[in-house]
T-cell receptor, first 112, second 111 residues
Framework: DVKVTQSSRYLVKRTGEKVFLECVQDMDHENMFWYRQDPGLGLRLIYFSYDVKMKEKGDIPEGYSVSREKKERFSLILESASTNQTSMYLCASRRQGINEQFFGPGTRLTVL | GEDVEQSLFLSVREGDSSVINCTYTDSSSTYLYWYKQEPGAGLQLLTY?????DMKQDQRLTVLLNKKDKHLSLRIADTQTGDSAIYFCAESIGNTGKLIFGQGTTLQVKP
């Protein structure tokens, strides 16, 4: 079974803090994705990575950066957290050329 | 740009059929997907359909695709309380692996 894990289920941070959200997958998948989920808006793609050290902006990259130093790990970084980044963050991975994306359980981030 | 639309809420009685609808705009989509999200969990792929098909059946699930109208539906037969969840429609964009998701439809199943 594919396992995608995220470092925290719940996180509370203060405005201006630097925040790291970690995602690890155990199936040697090339592609990894970060989404945020907001009620009534569905999932929106923040960044994705085709492979190690590669990254591409998604639809809403502003205020975020990512790091993919190892194939199994994809980190989302909020350089200076703001209240409008309060959201559910979902990580996913996919084997190159295969349809299905496998999702982690999500991290609910609250920025006060 | 690409856009996927769904209604936000559907309520049915246990044992009835549920039909969740979705419209999309990108005619070059190769695959269309239905994902399920149970409370407190990530998304789980339920089923998908290739764009040159018009129907796919998998046990209680039937997916209908009208490519001309860019309309996708998911029918759940004999809906159970365990089917209560948020259902997301998504389309794939080219060969990038990127998915565009709809807003999600919350399905409430009443006993």
């Amino acid at each position: 079974d594919v396992k995608v894990t995220q470092s925290s289920r719940y996180l509370v941070k203060r405005t201006g803090e630097k925040v790291f959200l970690e995602c690890v997958q155990d199936m040697d998948h090339e592609n990894m994705f970060w989404y945020r989920q907001d009620p009534g808006l569905g999932l929106r793609l923040i960044y994705f990575s085709y492979d190690v050290k590669m990254k591409e902006k998604g639809d809403i990259p502003e205020g975020y950066s990512v790091s993919r130093e190892k194939k199994e790990r994809f980190s989302l970084i909020l350089e200076s957290a703001s209240t409008n980044q309060t959201s559910m963050y979902l990580c996913a991975s996919r084997r190159q050329g295969i349809n299905e994306q496998f999702f982690g359980p999500g991290t609910r981030l609250t920025v006060l | 740009g690409e856009d996927v639309e769904q209604s936000l809420f559907l309520s049915v009685r246990e044992g009835d059929s549920s039909v969740i609808n979705c419209t999309y705009t990108d005619s070059s989509s190769t695959y269309l997907y239905w994902y399920k999200q149970e409370p407190g969990a990530g998304l789980q792929l339920l089923t998908y359909i290739f764009s040159n098909m018009d129907m796919k059946q998998d046990q209680r699930l039937t997916v209908l695709l009208n490519k001309k109208d860019k309309h996708l539906s998911l029918r759940i037969a004999d809906t159970q309380t365990g089917d209560s969840a948020i259902y997301f429609c998504a389309e794939s964009i080219g060969n990038t692996g990127k998915l565009i998701f709809g807003q999600g439809t919350t399905l409430q199943v009443k006993p």
